[in-house]
């Protein structure tokens, strides 16, 4: 077989994986319900794939280089711009992201809270995912999002839109926390337009972004 066919079928398959995932979720679908999604055999999808863990790998993947390439986009547009700017815009991209993106806001908050676990307990990452051919290319690309905004806030303190005070990377961490805990909380509302304790998640959100500014400006 062709490699490029090759690519193409395990993409297909990558796809109807992401569809059966975001229907039943992760515990609940079948691998037959892929290969039915992805009109293959069931002898063909394994071929390709021989777990569930290894299409999750495949699609965190898929979800990480996505939200890489925002966060470049973002940067670029916001090359001439304070660094404080591309801050913001990078943790408002990311809540868009997941908010429009719900499979992917999952498998990646899933993906985070394992792999942050794993030096206190590695059962907590199965054999499967670990012999999965995307784990390394995952683990290449894992910390990519954090590194881009830790560079943009040393560049907003080099510009002077950024408190000098501000650790790089501690700030960064902060503002992904906020980040992923409004994503949280969004997806527990159920609804974009929704609102949780009388609060409505598009207040929240605006809040959100406006604080870690704040914060970025005149911290210390």
Same mark, same amino acid.
């Given at each position: 077989? $062709? ?16 569809? +059966? ?12 319900e892929?290969?039915? @999604?992805?009109?293959?055999? $069931? ?13 999750y ?8 280089q ?12 916001? +090359?001439?711009? !304070? %660094?404080?700017?591309?801050? +913001? ?5 990311? =809540?868009?992201?997941?908010? @429009?993106? !719900? ?16 030096? @206190? ?16 290319? +995952? ?5 990519? !999002? ?5 560079? @943009?806030?040393?560049r %907003? ?10 650790? !790089? ?5 902060? %503002?992904?926390t906020?980040a992923v %805990?409004?994503?949280?909380i969004?997806?527990a ?11 409505? =998640? ?7 972004l ?6 970025l400006?005149?911290?210390?």
């Open positions: 077989m $062709k490699a490029t066919t090759k690519i193409l079928k395990e993409q297909k398959i990558i796809e109807a994986a992401e569809k +059966v995932f975001a229907s039943f979720g992760f515990k609940n679908a079948r691998m037959e892929v290969a039915k @999604e992805a009109e293959i055999t $069931k002898v063909t999808l394994y071929a390709y794939f021989r777990s569930k863990e290894n299409l790998m495949a699609i965190t993947y898929n979800a990480l996505k939200l890489a390439v925002i966060c470049d986009d973002l940067i670029a547009s916001n +090359v001439d711009k !304070p %660094g404080i700017e591309s801050v +913001v815009a990078i943790m408002e991209g990311f =809540m868009d992201f997941c908010q @429009e993106n !719900p499979l992917y806001s999952e498998v990646l908050l899933d993906y985070f809270s394992l792999i942050r676990s794993i030096t @206190e307990d590695d059962k907590k990452l199965t054999d499967a995912m670990k012999e999965s051919n995307y784990f390394p290319k +995952v683990q290449a690309l894992h910390n990519y !999002p954090f590194k881009l905004t830790a560079k @943009e806030i040393q %907003g303190i080099d510009d002077k839109s950024i408190s000098e005070r501000v650790e !790089p990377m501690v700030a960064t961490l902060y %503002g992904w906020a %805990g409004f994503v949280k969004s997806a509302s159920g609804s974009n337009t929704s609102s949780i304790f009388n609060v409505r =998640m598009s207040d929240l959100r605006k809040t959100n406006e604080m870690q500014r704040r914060l400006e005149s911290y210390g």
